[in-house]
């Protein structure tokens, strides 16, 4: 029969400081300790954030929203200010506004066409072409064109009058019909004053003008014996013959350019 054997107290103490050994753990170092905690900041700092954002969000839903809208606009502004406009200048010769715009004639290239033109027009042979600083005056007998205290021109009138505005039909030159009168009143009672009969043919002018081509509107205006002291001195008759006249003056500009 075989008897249990007792270990010795000696070597039971021996046995109990190895397990004690091994299960004890190695000497902590504090650096390894802090390397392994350094994660705890930056989610200390994520939370924070959040937090933040979220209070942000809270605060932002109390907010007059045009109060808002005002705060932006003005960042807006003063942050991206609106950049200023630069307009290149004109590099080309031709360009929209010189194609399409109209030509005037120069007056005294006009002046002398129109002189040689009414020589071949025997009711106007006795017109008279006046080039002055701004303007160009044709002075047509108004005795030649209209019978005395009429405004309708006769037959021979237009037919000389049609000629006479074919030199005109392609000016766009401005061009303007002023009638005028002797200080005789009216013969016939068709009229009741000068200042009727002379805007009558002025009218009657611009009209033949235009049925002779000329595209433009024509102002016309009747002055009646306004002019009469301007003429220059001759004899009563002459003077009174040249008062009965129809100027049409034709400007150095052309329609629809401002002087």
């Known amino acids: 029969m075989v008897r249990p054997r007792h270990a010795s107290p000696d070597l039971d103490r021996i046995r109990q400081s190895q397990i004690m050994q091994d299960d004890w753990p190695a000497q902590i170092d504090p650096e ?35 109060d808002w809208q005002n705060i932006i606009d003005s960042l807006s502004r003063t942050l991206r200010p609106t950049p200023e406009k630069v307009v290149k200048a004109q590099t ?56 005395p205290g009429r405004a ?25 019909v002023n009638g005028h009168t002797d200080p005789a009143p009216p013969a016939g009672a068709e009229y009741a004053s000068n200042w009727e009969l002379s805007t009558g043919r002025a009218a009657a002018v611009a009209n033949a003008l235009r049925a002779a081509g ?3 509107d024509i102002i016309a205006f009747g002055y009646a014996d306004s002019r009469y002291r301007q003429l220059p001195r001759a004899p009563d008759d002459v003077r009174r013959a040249l008062a009965r006249r129809v100027d049409i003056v034709v400007l150095p500009t052309a329609v629809g350019v401002s002087r």
């Open 152 to 176: 309708e021109m006769t037959e021979r009138a237009r037919e000389a009058m049609f000629v006479f505005g074919g030199l005109l039909g392609n000016v766009d030159n401005e061009i303007g």
């Open 32 to 66: 390894e300790v802090a390397a392994e905690r350094a994660w705890l900041v930056t989610f200390t700092d994520l939370v924070s954030l959040m937090l933040t954002f979220f209070v942000l969000l809270f605060s932002m839903s109390n907010v007059n929203v045009g």
């Open 92 to 147: 080309a010769t031709f360009n929209i506004g010189t194609i399409y715009r109209r030509q005037a004639i120069d007056l005294n290239y006009l002046s002398s066409v129109i002189e040689e033109g009414i020589k071949d027009i025997e009711l106007l042979s006795d017109t008279q072409v006046m080039l002055l600083e701004d303007r160009l005056v044709i002075a047509l007998p108004g005795d030649l064109l209209f019978p």
């Open 214 to 216: 000329y595209k433009n």
